[in-house]
């Protein structure tokens, strides 16, 4: 009678989910905390691994949290059948990512950690931005610097209105950004 054989796996810990489940951490962390109390420790033990575990895939709680918002946001979805219609879907949508538990907190928090830290602006602009100035740039056919004013200007103005009233732009609000940005970019 032939035996059974269970699979083999390599040696070590399986992996599978660990990431998945650092990112619900550290978002909740965030959003229950703050970013400044969101330490590694905090969220190592909101996840239940060992801090050793978060740092073997990032070296810094910037670029967890970096790695978590790529994560979050996911590809940008630039829909519509002309450029005002994708311009205004992409701002509607980073508008929805940044209203989402925990998004909004982290993403202002990293970059203000950023301003003093020339290795986590690295890691945001080519781990974060390039790829959405990418994808924007070659949906609108518009050169670098216009489509960075872009998002500057989307950008900065929701992480202000979230860090001066601590709630998402409501979507009058998204609207009139809309209007606001869009004649920018015709």
């Known amino acids: 009678m ?92 980073i508008a929805a990512k940044i209203g989402e538990p925990g998004i909004g907190a982290a993403f202002a928090g990293v970059f203000t950690d950023a301003v003093a830290d020339p290795d986590l ?12 100035r990418l994808a924007l740039q070659d949906a609108l056919g518009e050169p670098e610097n216009r489509v960075l004013f872009f998002i500057d200007v989307v950008v900065g103005t929701l992480l202000h209105r979230m860090g001066m009233t601590g709630e998402p732009m409501v979507d009058e609000d998204v609207d009139a950004l809309v209007d606001l940005v869009l004649p920018v970019l015709r």
């Open 2 to 93: 032939a035996r059974a054989t269970t699979p083999t796996r390599s040696p070590g810990r399986p992996r599978s989910g660990v990431d998945a489940t650092v990112f619900a951490a550290t978002l909740s962390t965030v959003h229950e905390l703050g970013y400044g109390r969101a330490t590694v420790d905090r969220i190592a033990a909101t996840a239940g691994v060992a801090k050793t575990t978060v740092y073997r895939r990032w070296p810094s709680k910037g670029a967890l949290i970096t790695a978590c918002l790529v994560d979050a946001f996911g590809p940008v979805p630039l829909e519509g059948a002309d450029r005002e219609e994708v311009l205004s879907s992409a701002i509607r949508w």
């Open 121 to 132: 602006r690295r890691i945001l602009s080519t781990q974060l931005q390039d790829p959405y």
